[in-house]
């Protein structure tokens, strides 16, 4: 898992076990989080393929950090906000470019 700029990108490994990966994804986002490398704001984006047991982990960790999370749609080449806050600027299902 890398941050650049707003958006979280995500390298998963479809070979590593599903408990270790669960395991390793909750352990890194929460060192990111303690570590300010995740300094939580507006919105972060979520890019990369993964299972949904990940996605779920990452939503989770989240967001309590941030006030919308959009995810990539790889079929739209855009992020699309699958999270969102009631006072945030952004909806649930709003496109981003």
Request: net charge positive; charged share 25%; hydrophobic share 45%.
């Amino acid at each position: 898992m890398i941050l650049r700029g707003d958006t979280l990108e995500i390298g998963y490994c479809s070979s590593t076990p599903t408990r270790d990966a669960a395991v390793y994804t909750a352990k890194r986002i929460a060192e990111m989080i303690a570590t300010k490398l995740l300094p939580g704001g507006e919105m972060i984006k979520i890019k990369g393929p993964m299972p949904s047991f990940i996605a779920t982990i990452l939503t989770y960790k989240l967001a309590p950090f941030y006030e919308a999370i959009a995810c990539f749609d790889f079929k739209t080449k855009k992020y699309i906000v699958a999270v969102a806050r009631e006072r945030s600027l952004y909806s649930v299902g709003d496109i981003i470019e």
